[in-house]
């Protein structure tokens, strides 16, 4: 199978500060983008995405920020909380619109909180 | 039910066993994704169904791996002969696949809470 992960970087941040996880994807021709978050024990939950024809999106304490030039991906934690402790994937699409699809994820970085 | 279901949650075997994990997905969801997820790994994509037929089996490392789906509902991927490799967390995911008129859009995924599998 296609293995998209290695041993998974690790990001540590004082509470309250700021977070960024950053992403980089292999697929020029990719045009939709997740964030996944993936907390110890359960599945990935969705957080935000991003379509090719943008290059920043915002949520609640979140924004997601995409560079078509360099496919690169990058997720903005805005006030970083205890409970934002988790794995975060990226996902890349290659064709929204496509009659077979594949989510391709990236390779993972774990968010850790210092408080 | 209200989201991915996944069973058994914990399954430990023996060597050479057959196990069959089993996806119960959202309702009126029409694709459904497997993966694999080694311990402090990433995401490895096992095969895809759009309604009960799988356009990609790619993934599936070797042809002990099979998976069904019935109509579009549950689906089973089974493992043949398990190996020590086999260990992980297997995670189900489906998502609302529409029809477009620029073909078939992918909808949000959600996924299970996963199947973790010990082969002693």
């Known amino acids: 199978g296609e293995s998209v992960g290695l041993h998974l970087p690790t990001l540590s941040v004082q509470e309250g500060d700021n977070s960024i996880i950053n992403c980089a994807y292999s697929n020029s021709a990719s045009d939709y983008f997740i964030w996944y978050k993936q907390e110890s024990g359960k599945g990935p939950q969705f957080i935000i995405d991003?379509?090719?024809?943008?290059d920043k999106r915002q949520g609640q304490r979140v924004t997601v920020l995409l560079n078509k030039t360099v496919k690169h991906l990058s997720l903005q934690i805005a006030a970083t909380q205890p409970g934002d402790s988790a794995v975060y994937f990226c996902a890349e699409i290659p064709g929204r619109y496509s009659s077979a699809s594949k989510i391709i994820f990236g390779s993972g970085t774990r968010l850790s909180i210092r408080p | 039910g209200a989201g991915v279901s996944q069973s058994p949650s914990n399954k430990v075997t023996e060597k050479g066993k057959d196990v069959e994990l089993r996806c119960d997905p959202i309702?009126?969801?029409?694709?459904l994704y497997w993966y694999r997820q080694r311990l402090g790994q990433g995401l490895e994509f096992l095969i895809y169904f759009q309604g009960n037929s799988a356009p990609d089996k790619s993934g599936l490392p070797s042809d002990r791996f099979s998976a069904e789906r019935t109509g579009e509902s549950v689906s089973t991927l089974t493992i043949q002969r398990t190996q020590q490799e086999d260990s992980a967390v297997y995670l189900c995911a489906s998502s609302l696949a529409m029809r477009t008129s620029g073909g078939v859009y992918t909808g949000e995924l959600f996924f299970g809470e996963g199947s973790r599998l010990t082969v002693l």
């Open positions: 991003i379509r090719s024809n943008m």
């Open positions: 309702s009126g969801h029409t694709a």
